[in-house]
């Protein structure tokens, strides 16, 4: 009997993480209207070891916070924990801290995010 051989149709690793994060996005960033200040908790199924409590206020919490739910949170996580504005105000610098994958698919996917970090960089 040959031996098997797998089909290299089969999708990258990158492919499959792309496509895990363009799942989680919302129809808008408008969609984002989690709170602008004070203290946040993400639960546990987000934040399961560390900081889980942030303040919006601190500019580094604020960072972090952002990151984690970007990484790590479902569609309704982003909705419920993130703000456009924020979101939009913080990519230049947020988006050198998440991984190439997510940044990729927010980027494609929502332009605005693209033009932001381009008119801080002119």
């Given at each position: ?55 919006l ?13 970007l ?27 998440i ?8 980027e ?15």
């Amino acid at each position: 009997m040959a031996p098997q051989s797998f089909s290299s149709s089969s999708p990258s690793t990158a492919d499959v993480l792309r496509a895990r994060y363009a799942d989680r996005l919302p129809d808008s960033i408008e969609d984002l209207t989690g709170p602008a200040h004070g203290q946040v908790p993400l639960p546990l199924h987000i934040a399961w070891s560390g900081l889980r409590s942030y303040d919006l206020d601190r500019r580094r919490q604020r960072m972090s916070l952002y990151r984690t739910v970007l990484a790590e949170g479902q569609r309704d996580d982003l909705v419920a924990f993130l703000h456009h504005d924020l979101l939009i105000e913080q990519w230049p610098v947020l988006r050198t801290l998440i991984s190439r994958h997510i940044r990729a698919v927010w980027e494609d996917t929502f332009p605005e995010l693209v033009r932001r970090t381009e008119s801080t960089t002119a």
